[in-house]
């Protein structure tokens, strides 16, 4: 079965730039998506599409998808954005979620 | 803007069937491009998808579910629901429910409810 791999954690000093990898056999060639979740909160979409940021997402939030790997980037990032963040893929008729990965911000 | 809420038990025993209804409001559940999905997230865990469901009645479950998971939706009430059958104390988790996006080539969870804590014990 299809699988996508995230790194359990990334560290990251506010006001710098912190990278999220997704990776699966040409993922690329999917659509990833990424979600934000706070201790107690039901998970938000930050990232569709690989690349498109729903409205009320800041614009320091991005994405990218080519090869085997979908990357979230947070520029600039604020304490506000320490979280876990889950990437998403669709495959065989099947809902793929990477474990997730806690983003530390100090 | 669309708003869903879980609602069911919070304590089911083992073997039993659990239930839960999720209630749309601010939006349409007959709304053609999106879908209506269940996801779970254990404790302290990631996120698991169930399934989810069209109104016109078409569904996806998670294959390491299928068996278990039968997904319905009941449009004159704007909700949808989720019945888990034979749960053991592996189904505890807290359950979400979701607004999906179909772009014909792949989906993503645009709203979520606040999720509802199911707890399996005799």
């Known amino acids: 079965s299809y699988e996508v791999t995230q790194p359990p954690s990334v560290s990251v000093s506010p006001g710098q730039t912190a990278s999220i990898t997704c990776s699966g056999d040409?993922?690329?060639?999917?659509?990833a998506a990424w979600y934000q979740q706070k201790p107690g909160q039901s998970p938000v979409l930050v990232i569709y599409?690989?690349?498109r940021r729903p409205s009320g997402i800041p614009e320091r939030f991005s994405g990218s998808n080519s090869g085997n790997t979908a990357t979230l980037t947070i520029s600039g990032a604020q304490a506000m954005d320490e979280a876990d963040y889950y990437c998403q893929a669709w495959e065989s008729n099947t809902v793929i979620f990477g474990g997730g990965t806690k983003l530390t911000v100090l | 803007q669309v708003q869903l809420q879980e609602s069911g038990p919070g304590l089911v025993k083992p073997s039993q069937t659990v239930s839960l209804t999720c209630t749309v409001s601010g939006d349409s559940i007959s709304s053609d491009g999106y879908y209506w999905a269940w996801l779970r997230q254990h404790p302290g865990k990631g996120l698991e998808w169930i399934g989810f469901i069209h109104y016109r009645g078409r569904t996806y479950y998670s294959p390491s579910l299928k068996s278990r998971v039968t997904l319905s939706v009941d449009t004159s009430e704007n909700q949808f629901s989720l019945d888990l059958n034979s749960v053991s104390a592996a189904d505890t988790a807290v359950y979400f429910c979701a607004k999906v996006r179909d772009y014909s080539s792949g989906y993503h969870f645009e709203y979520w409810g606040r999720g509802t804590l199911v707890t399996v014990s005799s």
């Open positions: 599409q690989d690349t």
């Open positions: 040409k993922l690329g060639k999917k659509y």
